[in-house]
């Protein structure tokens, strides 16, 4: 199980820890914050190209085939759900749209590129955002 832990530092600033790792967040001077680390949707597209790369690097393994490099380009942004065509029909007002690029380079024979194609759906960041999470909440207030 992961455990993050997330303290406002100053301003927008964001402190995250886990274990021995450290990382910042924030807003970008335009909104109000002062840049010192990616804002909150870039970190879930970090997290999700991550564990996509990860994903196809361990299934190439599993399977011992040649993976030559990976990498990965994720952009988030809103849209109106009219102005977007494969949203789906039951989508209305404004959505969150997630596009991604999938660079993979190997020796791969057409049948290898169609299996991997499924795999980078199936990092299991990848999985939990398009399924949802249900999220449990309690406020502790102190003093």
């Given at each position: 199980?992961?455990?993050?832990?997330?303290?406002?530092?100053?301003?927008?600033?964001?402190?995250?820890r886990e274990?021995?790792?450290?990382w910042?967040?924030?807003?970008?001077?335009d909104?109000?914050?002062?840049?010192?680390?990616?804002?909150?949707?870039?970190?879930?597209l970090s997290?999700?190209?991550?564990?996509?790369?990860?994903?196809?690097?361990?299934?190439?393994?599993?399977?011992?085939?040649?993976l030559?490099s990976?990498?990965?380009?994720?952009?988030?942004?809103?849209?109106h759900?009219?102005?977007?065509?494969?949203?789906?029909d039951?989508?209305?007002?404004?959505?969150?749209?997630?596009?991604?690029?999938?660079?993979?380079?190997?020796?791969?024979?057409?049948k290898?590129?169609a299996?991997?194609?499924?795999?980078?759906?199936?990092?299991?960041?990848?999985?939990?955002?398009?399924?949802g999470?249900?999220?449990?909440?309690?406020?502790i207030?102190?003093?």
């Open positions: 199980m992961a455990t993050i832990t997330a303290d406002l530092k100053s301003g927008f600033a964001v402190e995250l274990g021995d790792h450290v910042y967040a924030d807003e970008p001077v909104a109000g914050g002062t840049d010192t680390g990616p804002n909150p949707y870039s970190l879930l997290a999700v190209a991550a564990c996509t790369c990860i994903t196809v690097s361990m299934y190439c393994q599993r399977k011992g085939w040649e030559d990976i990498s990965a380009k994720y952009e988030h942004d809103k849209v759900a009219d102005d977007c065509e494969d949203c789906g039951d989508a209305s007002g404004r959505i969150d749209r997630i596009r991604s690029e999938i660079f993979i380079e190997g020796d791969f024979d057409d290898q590129r299996r991997l194609t499924d795999i980078v759906q199936k990092c299991p960041v990848h999985k939990t955002i398009v399924a999470a249900k999220f449990t909440t309690e406020c207030f102190v003093g």
